[in-house]
């Protein structure tokens, strides 16, 4: 990433001490080792004594394999909403359009087999295309208009579910909906539901692009300071924008 240029405005802002451009993940810089561990794997490190505490309580029925199963199918879904939600948190962000997203996604999608016989697959592609809609929305209205993504978001969701009713006027739909679309969520594969398949591809993606990419470089750095991003040359406004319309896309 190029140098960081400080201006003296920038300067008389920065925290004595501080350096230009450093993250939150320098002010861990220096600390004990233990603190550093924990900071970087303290969620982890909670799941695991979750899963050993209630192992121990309830050992023949929690660690079982239909249990394990169970829990795959039900926290895939939501699983890949917090990946999504990762890449804008990593820019300091907020979205809490998610539930009226996820509505009006799927709304589209259904409505467009059962009413109008469409595909399947253009179905899901022109749901996907209004996740990418909804998520642009959010990032010109955040980035280029200077908006707080709390307060955007927030309204966005209640704009989202409106255009939702809209399509269903509130009624739920069953008929019509190809055994191909429903097979994608009841189906299997090795023994596994196809939505762990459909998550583990989305987390693969997401951590290739905060872990392996620039871009994903520029995004930690957005979090950090996006001040110094935008003196080092980073394009704050459109890799914010970027970072909606994935968790479009995810929803």
């Keep these: 990433m190029p140098d960081v240029v400080e201006t003296d405005e920038t300067r008389e802002r920065r925290p004595p001490g501080e350096q230009p451009g450093a993250g939150a993940g320098a002010k861990t810089r220096g600390a004990p080792p233990w603190q550093q561990f924990i900071a970087k794997y303290g969620v982890l490190v909670a799941l695991v004594v979750t899963i050993i505490v209630f192992s121990v309580l309830k050992p023949h029925v929690f660690p ?6 169970a829990i795959l199918e039900q926290f895939s879904p939501l699983a890949i909403i917090g990946f999504g939600l990762t890449v804008v948190l990593v820019m300091g962000d907020f979205d809490l359009s998610v539930p009226g997203m996820i509505g ?11 009413r ?5 697959i253009l179905a899901i592609l022109i ?3 209004v996740g990418v809609a909804g998520g642009a929305i ?6 280029f208009a200077g908006a707080s993504s709390f307060i955007i978001t927030l309204a966005m969701g209640q704009v989202f579910n409106g255009f939702e009713y809209l399509i269903t006027k509130q009624e739920t739909i069953f008929q019509g909906i190809p055994n191909a ?15 762990f398949f459909i998550m583990l591809g989305v987390l693969i993606i997401i951590y290739l692009l905060l872990e392996q990419s620039t871009i994903g470089r520029f995004m930690y750095a957005l979090g950090g300071n996006q001040e110094a ?5 980073i394009r704050v406004r459109e890799l914010r924008t970027l970072g909606f319309m994935i968790i479009g896309v995810c929803s």
């Design 64 to 69: 079982t394999g239909s249990n394990l199963k």
């Design 104 to 114: 009006l996604g799927s709304a589209v999608v259904v409505a467009l087999m059962s």
């Design 116 to 120: 109008s016989g469409t595909n399947y």
């Design 127 to 129: 749901g996907l295309l």
């Design 138 to 143: 959010n990032g010109l209205l955040v980035a």
């Design 181 to 195: 679309y429903t097979q994608i969520a009841t189906g299997t594969f090795l023994g596994l539901s196809n939505q």
């Design 229 to 233: 991003a935008r003196l080092s040359g």
